[in-house]
């Protein structure tokens, strides 16, 4: 006798692993496919070892598995991605896709839980408003969303206090509360708990942020500061990004997951699995998918309800391997983040290694709506954000200003010298969504499995060029201010193309022709499927994409249980 499934859900990062657990929590018989592995805890407690997680990629995605392919252009040919093709592994965790197995990307990501402005969810018509739209890029397909901060608003109060969120409200039921983000939107409580502590640094950081006139405010962290639901306090170890949690404080869908099959008897997890095809019924609602299994072999599931869950670029290379795009819009759209990297040495001790990296403060004096006018036609801004501690010493070495050699005396000098008085200051500039970038099937470049890899195609614009200078100006500012020695940084047009906040390659929108998904998810063209996660972004906002990734994927969950 077959047994019932309810949902196959594809993927358990931050959104398949939370609806996962909702679902099976909600009485529905789950089959969960997941390529990497169904951790247990003691997999993470050697988790110090930045051998095994930043040089070996021990719980990414490596180019020989998992190809994925980059040209600048259309006249260009694709080669695998070239600043993660080492033999090594794949090096910078913010430069590839997040990570495989339970948890997916909240294994590894840095924990910063942002809401969304509410211009953030109108950012067509904000700019339009204001600069007039002839103002906008001739090549951008800039849409609205079609929900709103209103709506989503009980969402982001459901994370941050089911999920847990640590930070400091600013704008508590229309009142202005004293050390938080002035600028956020109204919210109807406070977080659960108090901010992470905060690195040696933040207090030089504040006082002259003050000073120059602006309003600093701890960033909001999805990591315990007090033991909270079964998760222990932070012990401030400084192995937060890019490495699991050796004792669980740093949220990870990985723990709600293991929690839910024990507890429910209703998920089961298929790990070290591959979905390759959505298969559709003859009138062309989902029927199920076919993937390979842990010893190679295909295997046919069937469901009423298929959810794709995996990361934005992954979603969208399963529904073109599929067949899903009658309306042309799976793949485009594509928008990242360019970070605008800007690294500098103190002159007092910063203890960089120790902490999480959010444990310092941002500014979001020009976030968003808030850019000031200027001359150089900016029309988004970007909070300016901290990088206090967690700073390993490899990647440390990758990112050396330009003088100092990777061998020899001179570096290990200015490394003694250093290294503990690093300091860190980057903003998240948002492309603009357009034809011109997007993701596709390359036609030459083939998985192991045969399946063809992603093909991406980006090129950073002049416009996003002249976003990054425009704030890096202003951290320079800061630099002097605070008394920085030296400082070196990043290219406002990078050699990276993936930035692990990739979004918008299967936008929700109400019109079925111009979008590719509804609001909870559901693909307008095949009834029971949902694509879900970053790929439904409409746009980027500057900020962090999980905490709105969790939000969507209560609202997906809540859809299906019918409980919206």
């Known amino acids: 006798m077959s047994v019932r499934i309810d949902a196959i859900i594809v993927g358990l990062g931050a959104a398949g692993g939370l609806i996962a657990t909702e679902l099976a929590r909600g009485g529905q018989k ?21 051998i095994r997680y930043y040089c070996r990629s021990a719980i990414v995605p490596h180019m020989k598995s998992d190809p994925i392919t980059w040209r600048p252009n259309e006249k260009t040919k694709a080669e695998v991605l070239p600043w993660a093709s ?24 840095g924990g910063a839980a942002f809401r ?84 040696a640094v933040d207090d030089l950081f504040c006082d002259t942020a ?36 050796h004792i669980g404080s740093k949220l990870s869908t990985h723990d709600l997951i293991k929690a839910a099959v024990e507890e429910t008897g209703n998920l089961e997890i298929r790990p ?87 444990g310092g403060s941002i500014i979001d004096d020009y976030t968003s709506e808030l850019i000031p006018d200027n001359e150089e036609g900016v029309l988004w801004g970007s909070p300016i954000n901290t990088w206090t501690g967690d700073f390993q010493p490899i990647e440390t070495i990758h990112g050396l200003p330009p003088h100092v050699p990777k061998w020899g005396k001179s570096f290990k000098d200015w490394m003694g010298q250093n290294f503990r008085r690093l300091f860190r200051m980057y903003s998240q500039h948002s492309t603009l969504p357009s034809n011109c970038y997007y993701v596709d099937l390359d036609p030459v470049v083939k998985d192991p499995f045969g399946q063809p890899a992603l093909r991406i195609t980006h ?50 929108g109400l019109d079925p022709n111009t979008s590719v998904t509804n609001p909870y998810g559901e693909v307008h063209e095949c009834k029971g499927l949902y694509a879900v996660g970053g790929g439904q972004f409409v746009s980027q906002p500057s900020y962090n994409p999980t905490q709105m990734i969790f939000a969507l994927a209560y609202l997906t969950s809540d859809h299906l249980l019918e409980r919206v």
């Open 459 to 508: 090129e950073w614009t002049d416009y996003d060029a002249k976003a990054v200078e425009y704030f890096m100006r202003i951290k320079r500012k800061i630099a002097k201010e605070m008394g920085m020695l030296e400082w070196w940084e990043d290219s406002p047009t990078p050699n990276y193309h993936v930035t692990v906040h990739d979004v918008g390659t299967h936008r929700m």
């Open 86 to 109: 080492n033999t090594l592994g794949l090096g910078n965790p913010f430069q590839i896709p997040p990570s495989m197995g339970t948890g997916g990307g909240t294994l590894n990501w």
């Open 210 to 245: 003050k000073r120059m006139g602006y309003h600093p405010f701890p960033t909001p962290t999805a990591i315990a500061t007090t033991d909270y639901k079964g998760r222990k306090a932070c012990t401030n170890c400084g192995f937060c990004h890019g490495f699991p949690c």
């Open 30 to 50: 789950v089959v969960a496919i997941e390529k990497g592995a169904f951790y247990r805890q003691s997999d993470f407690l050697g988790k110090f070892d930045e």
């Open 272 to 358: 070290f699995s591959r979905v390759f095809r959505i298969n559709k019924r003859a009138d062309g609602r989902v029927k199920g998918v076919s993937y390979y299994d842990a010893d190679s072999r295909i295997v046919d599931l069937e469901a009423e309800v298929v959810i794709l869950a995996c990361y934005a670029l992954e979603n969208a290379r399963l529904l073109l391997n599929s067949g899903i795009n009658g309306n042309g819009h799976v793949g485009k759209h594509l928008i990242l983040h360019n970070y605008g990297w800007f690294n500098g040495v103190l002159p007092e001790i910063t203890n960089s290694f120790m902490g999480s990296l959010q």
């Open 116 to 199: 969304f402005r509410e211009a953030d969810f109108r950012m067509k018509s904000t700019i339009a408003e204001r600069f007039s739209e002839s103002a906008l890029p001739e090549y951008t397909t800039l849409e609205d969303w079609p929900i709103d901060y209103r709506q989503m608003e009980p969402y982001f109060d459901r994370v941050e206090w089911e999920l847990g969120v640590a930070g400091k409200a600013g704008n508590v039921n229309n009142t202005t509360v004293e050390g938080g983000n002035p600028f956020e939107a109204s919210r109807s409580r406070d977080y659960p708990m108090p901010p992470i502590q905060r690195g």
